[in-house]
């Protein structure tokens, strides 16, 4: 996949496909309307093409962005594995939002011709959100391009959406946050030194820092699977299972700031600066203050332990549904 960061860089002379959008997560309804881009891509002898955005809109029209669901490099690397042939990262500020959707489709087809548009119902383009499926297909049909249009999909009773997943995390539904994303939800952070507390206690955690703010779920201890580096985030040449901690650290009264902490099992070296990726496999329990180091520690050995019974049930989950019928492997 190539990627632009700016629709006027697409390369002239390409027939094209487009769908337009955050894609913030990369969630089931996404994914959905990806494998449609990509169907009718091929049915239009042209190239399938994302453009998303960055900074997030909401930075230029609401002054400041919701917390992430996925880092924009893993947001790349999964569009790739979904089929586009191109993407474009296009800067989002007030001179791009105060364009009308006949200006940037201006844009998009000059030098190249655009075959069509793949949207989901609530979706709009251009100033004022005034680029909605009906006045797009009124466009396309003087301009010469399709407009498809797809139906949500459903989980629960509504259409999944970014600020439904949001919520379900921020209520520690690790779950239900599974289920609308398609994958664990996750988190992509840089590791930084602590204060060297975890060592002290006998378990050594890798401690995250982020670029932006990131969907994380809600406060505290939480069987993990950890990943870190390779050539994108989707292809770790590490991977780890850990419990991690979320939260203020009330036994010491921190001063509130919330911290994400990873005890990773069976490694034992220095990481710091790595880029890693954190998947939130299930809420073990709530945060809490305990009366004494000695009383944190041996709830730490319990919560390290039941992580790891949930992370191996859930490797030999894995192992079983890839097994042949009959039991035997091939």
Known sequence: MQVFRDVDALPAGRRIAATIGVFDGLHRGHLR???????????????????TFEPHPDAVLRGAPPPLLCDPAERLARLADAGA????????DPAFASQTPEVFLGRLR??????GLVMSPESAIGRDRAGTPQRLREIGAEAGFAVDVITAVDGGGEPISASRIRRALAQGRVAEARRMLGRDPAVLGTIVRGDGRGRLLGFPTANLAFDAPVALPANGIYAV????????????AR???????LGVRPTFDDGGARVLEVFLFDVDEDLYGERMRVAFIRRQRAERRFASAEALIAQMDRDAARARVILEGRRQGADDARRPAGGRRP
């Open 239 to 245: 991977i780890a299972g850990g419990v991690a901690s």
């Open 33 to 51: 309307l990806l494998r449609e881009l990509v169907r009718v891509a091929r049915r239009w002898h042209a190239a399938p093409t994302v453009i």
């Open 225 to 236: 699977e950890a990943s870190w580096g390779g050539p994108d985030p989707l292809r770790p």
């Open 85 to 92: 042939t191109y993407a474009v990262l296009q800067r989002f």
């Open 110 to 115: 000059a030098g190249r011709e655009l075959a």
